[in-house]
RNA sequence: GGCGACUUAGCCAAGUGGUAAGGCACGGGACUGCAACUCCCUGAUCACCGGUUCAAAUCCGAUAGUCGCCU
């Protein structure tokens, strides 16, 4: 069977990834598919730094806009609906671009990780969690020690999260989560892709993460969070946990000033795409796009646009 | 000009004679159903010069800088 093409723009938060999307799209007849955890959720419009209907251009979006923040999302929901979306394009002939930042989701997709069979079990992670909250974290390292050593020498107990995780997967299916994850790991990708990671300086960067939070607080970040609160959002609320929304909670509920949970947002934007280019930079088969080494964004699109031919044997 | 205080890694900061806590930042890394999450790793010889002492960031003196007060 012909693999199918698919279309991956990623990169670091404010890279600049939404304005070369649309680009693409139009020029190689593409549909756009959000990787990002949390533009998925309406209301949420200026700590996303979501995409304005106006800048679509009419190219079609998906996985924007499309749940209350009350819902929780998760890899396992974001890789059936995307590749539902990705089915329906293909059936009108047109190629699918996943653009966003959150390399996990692209990862679920593009190898087609296996999540099959099993819901989560809020109960049991809740146990679990105050076992390790009671008996302490080495403790609770200890129990998935017994089940899977793998996986828990390759844990550090003190990430609780993944400590949980790995004991949840035992449960329900009686395998070892290592063993599952180095099956996935193996997998290779059901699509003829390009997987593009754009890029910029890390100095460059960072000051535009300073400036766009400084935009966000202008546009009234601190009024959206507010009416999300209105609205009955809480912290503890997946979608609540998205940057730039816990810190406003936190001045708003009063545990912080707003000065400085403005600076702890731009901070943490800062660790978050540190942690990105930490991400993409082990990533097998990406394409470096290095947004500094073209004269302006034309050319920057015209590479892409050509290259997206080239490998992709897209006709148009 | 005089008097006093201070001077420890990029920043904050313990340590007051026995051989440099900690936090933050920066940098690096992990990550396969919460991922804008969660977690891990990483740095100095203590302003400078001289002295006392077996031993000094810690005591003494000089120099420089910073801050405060006074004339």
Same mark, same amino acid.
């Given at each position: 069977?012909?693999?199918?093409?698919? =279309?991956?723009?990623?990169?670091?938060?404010? +890279?600049?990834?939404?304005?070369?999307?649309? %680009?693409?799209?139009?020029?190689?007849?593409? &549909?756009?598919?959000?990787?990002?955890? $949390?533009?998925?959720?309406?209301?949420?419009?200026?700590? *996303?730094?979501?995409?304005? #209907?106006? @800048? $679509?251009?009419?190219?079609?979006?998906?996985?924007?806009? &499309?749940?209350? #923040? /009350?819902?929780?999302?998760?890899?396992?929901?974001?890789?059936? !609906?995307?590749? @539902?979306?990705?089915?329906? =394009?293909?059936?009108?002939?047109?190629? #699918?671009?996943?653009?966003?930042?959150?390399?996990?989701?692209? @990862?679920?997709?593009?190898? /087609?990780?296996?999540?099959?069979? *099993?819901?989560?079990?809020?109960?049991?992670?809740?146990?679990?969690?105050?076992?390790?909250?009671? !008996?302490?974290?080495?403790?609770?390292?200890?129990?998935?020690?017994?089940?899977?050593?793998?996986?828990?020498?390759?844990?550090?107990?003190?990430?609780?999260?993944?400590?949980?995780?790995?004991?949840?997967?035992? !449960?329900?299916?009686?395998?070892?989560?290592?063993?599952?994850?180095?099956?996935?790991?193996?997998? &290779?990708?059901?699509?003829?892709?390009?997987?593009?990671?754009?890029?910029? #300086?890390?100095?460059?960067?960072?000051?535009?993460?300073?400036?766009?939070?400084?935009?966000?607080?202008?546009? %009234?970040?601190?009024?959206?969070?507010?009416?999300?609160?209105?609205? %009955?959002?809480?912290?503890? $609320? +997946?979608? $609540?946990?998205?940057? %730039?929304?816990?810190?406003?909670?936190?001045?708003?509920?009063?545990?912080?000033?707003?000065?400085?949970?403005?600076?702890?947002?731009? @901070?943490?934007?800062?660790?978050?795409?540190?942690?990105?280019? *930490?991400?993409?930079?082990?990533?097998?088969?990406? *394409?470096?796009?290095?947004?500094?080494?073209?004269?302006?964004? &034309?050319?920057?699109?015209?590479?892409?646009?050509?290259?997206?031919?080239?490998?992709? !044997?897209?006709?148009?």
């Amino acid at each position: 069977m012909q693999r199918q093409p698919l =279309i991956i723009l990623t990169g670091p938060t404010a +890279v600049g990834k939404t304005a070369l999307s649309i %680009g693409l799209a139009k020029a190689l007849n593409g &549909e756009i598919i959000s990787a990002d955890s $949390m533009q998925v959720y309406r209301h949420m419009d200026i700590g *996303t730094a979501k995409i304005k #209907p106006e @800048q $679509m251009q009419g190219i079609r979006h998906y996985l924007i806009d &499309e749940l209350e #923040p /009350s819902i929780e999302f998760n890899v396992a929901t974001f890789q059936s !609906k995307c590749r @539902q979306y990705m089915k329906e =394009i293909y059936s009108r002939s047109k190629i #699918p671009i996943l653009v966003g930042g959150t390399g996990f989701y692209i @990862q679920s997709v593009l190898y /087609s990780v296996d999540f099959s069979q *099993t819901e989560t079990d809020n109960l049991y992670r809740k146990e679990l969690a105050d076992f390790a909250k009671h !008996k302490g974290n080495e403790a609770l390292h200890a129990r998935l020690m017994e089940i899977d050593k793998k996986s828990a020498d390759a844990i550090h107990p003190n990430n609780v999260k993944r400590v949980i995780r790995a004991l949840e997967y035992y !449960k329900q299916t009686g395998h070892k989560i290592s063993e599952h994850n180095e099956e996935q790991h193996k997998k &290779e990708s059901d699509y003829q892709f390009r997987y593009y990671v754009l890029s910029l #300086p890390r100095e460059i960067l960072y000051e535009r993460i300073n400036r766009r939070v400084d935009l966000m607080k202008e546009e %009234g970040l601190t009024k959206e969070v507010k009416s999300l609160l209105e609205m %009955g959002c809480t912290r503890d $609320m +997946v979608s $609540m946990q998205g940057l %730039g929304y816990k810190e406003i909670i936190d001045a708003l509920e009063g545990r912080d000033t707003l000065d400085h949970a403005y600076e702890r947002i731009k @901070q943490e934007t800062r660790h978050f795409a540190k942690r990105q280019f *930490t991400w993409f930079r082990r990533e097998r088969d990406v *394409t470096w796009l290095e947004k500094e080494k073209f004269a302006d964004e &034309e050319a920057l699109l015209r590479y892409c646009i050509n290259d997206c031919k080239e490998y992709l !044997k897209i006709e148009k």
